[in-house]
């Protein structure tokens, strides 16, 4: 029976090049000059820090501008709030989401059952999803249709085997 697996992950590689690129492009610009504006990876996060509120945005704008070009969902991250920092400046967390939660694969599990293709079913089995069906083409339209569908994180199928 053919099947696929439905995950949610980040290539932290990508993630890595993107930070260094916005930073060594945040110490060049003529605009950050001496805002101290840095941006940190930790293992499940990214620390934004600047001097002012509009420093970070414009920082977090240039981060932006660099996963996408590295091809990093955005969607990928959960973005905090700014908060005020020592001596007057901002600081904004940006957690990195990887792998399915309970919730997210409950609604993905639920939207494949309300697609009604015969011979076609999904199990959670950790932070990713199994899907199995009878025929490859429902299983084509199964990916088709999820791809269409905006549940909140970006979603990668791996594992087609027939």
């Known amino acids: 029976m ?7 992950e980040v290539d932290m590689q990508e993630v890595r090049n993107a930070v260094d690129q916005a930073n060594r492009e945040a110490t060049t610009r003529f ?6 504006s840095t941006i940190e990876l930790n293992d499940q996060e990214l620390i934004l820090a600047s ?12 981060l932006q501008e660099k996963m996408v070009r590295r ?5 990928s991250f959960d973005v905090g709030k700014v908060e005020e920092a020592s001596k007057g400046t901002a600081r904004q967390r940006l957690g990195i989401q990887a792998g399915i939660s309970s919730d997210h694969a409950k ?3 639920r939207f494949i059952k309300d697609l009604n293709l015969k011979g076609v ?4 089995q950790g932070d990713q ?8 083409d429902d299983l084509q339209a199964v990916i ?11 979603l990668q199928f791996d594992n087609f085997r027939d």
């Open 107 to 109: 609604k993905i599990n």
């Open 129 to 136: 999803l199994r899907v199995t069906g009878k025929k490859r």
């Open 144 to 154: 088709a249709a999820l791809k269409a569908e905006d549940f909140g994180i970006p």
């Open 51 to 62: 001097s002012t509120e509009d420093r970070l945005r414009a920082l977090y704008g240039v």
């Open 71 to 75: 091809e990093v969902s955005l969607k």
């Open 121 to 124: 079913s999904s199990q959670t």
């Open 31 to 36: 605009d950050f000059k001496g805002t101290d």
């Open 2 to 8: 053919p099947t696929f697996d439905v995950v949610s």
